[in-house]
């Protein structure tokens, strides 16, 4: 059964640092790129950052670029997301995703929800001000 599974969410003061882990299984993690999207309170889902399978080419959104850094680990299936000089507005369900096609036919990496298809359960994160 494919499935990725988020964790490391809290609470931080704003300025402070939280690191996001995404556990998959090899079958899913392999040959695939991956993204963090987020979901505040009466807002949309929106895209944080994305990486690809092979050369770990990323791409973020302009609201995280320079504080937020996406990286992965082949070897153990894990994907991360280093949060840096959070802010209020950082305030939201995080959640891992998994990409639809595999990385060969689509090797970009992606901000669109709809290239995604698993997604996991989320993981809180709340910054105080």
């Known amino acids: 059964q494919e499935q990725v599974v988020e964790s490391g969410g809290g609470l931080v003061q704003a300025g402070g640092s939280l690191r996001l882990s995404c556990v998959a299984s090899r079958r899913t993690f392999d040959n695939y790129n991956m993204g963090w999207f987020r979901q505040a309170p009466g807002k949309e889902r929106e895209f944080v950052a994305a990486?690809?399978?092979?050369?770990?080419?990323?791409l973020y959104s302009d609201s995280v670029k320079g504080r937020f850094t996406i990286t992965r680990d082949n070897a153990n299936n894990t994907l991360y997301l280093e949060m840096n000089s959070l802010k209020p507005e950082d305030t939201a369900v995080y959640y891992c995703?998994?990409?639809?096609?595999?990385?060969?036919?689509?090797?970009?990496?992606?901000?669109?929800?709809?290239?995604?298809?698993?997604w996991g359960q989320g993981t809180q994160v709340t910054v105080s001000s």
């Open positions: 995703a998994r990409t639809r096609d595999f990385a060969y036919t689509n090797p970009r990496p992606s901000s669109l929800a709809q290239s995604y298809r698993t």
């Open positions: 990486i690809s399978w092979s050369f770990g080419e990323t």
